[in-house]
Nanobody, 129 residues
Framework: QVQLVESGGGLVQAGASLRLRCVLS????????MGWFRQAPGKEREFVAG????????NYADSVKGRVSISRDNAGNTLYLQLNSLKPEDTAVYYC??????????????????????WGQGTQVTVSS
């Protein structure tokens, strides 16, 4: 059982930057594939960015490509999402997710929300115009 806790959200103006952080705790001995998703009011939860358990590969949604960067620390316990040039349409609750089921391909990045089994409580990002 793992727990994920996000932080770093807030209210910012368009064009600003934020760095979201997700701390992973619990009993585990390996890095997991992880990702960031977001959900705006009245919309489905959507993929934002993902990183392989090896940390060597990443993937981004087209809507954020070039403005967002996902990374993790060497121990695999902390996941980051750097958000730059924020737009009002980036307003959403941002969720951190981990895939803790066995995933033998260490270089695979998962993009579907159904492929993750552990979720944080979310952190609100609001971008004003």
């Amino acid at each position: 059982q793992v727990q994920l806790v996000e932080s770093g959200g807030g209210l910012v103006q368009a064009g600003a930057s934020l760095r979201l952080r997700c701390v992973l705790s619990g009993r585990f001995w390996t890095s997991f594939p992880m990702g960031w998703f977001r959900q705006a009011p009245g919309k489905e939860r959507e993929f934002v960015a993902g990183i392989a358990s090896s940390g060597g590969r990443t993937n981004y949604a087209d809507s954020v490509k070039g403005r967002v960067s996902i990374s993790r620390d060497n121990a695999g316990n902390t996941l980051y999402l750097q958000l730059n040039s924020l737009k009002p349409e980036d307003t959403a609750v941002y969720y951190c997710a981990a895939r803790t089921v066995p995933s033998p391909n260490y270089s695979l990045v998962y993009t579907g929300k159904g492929e993750y089994d552990s979720w944080g409580q979310g952190t609100q990002v609001t971008v004003s115009s």
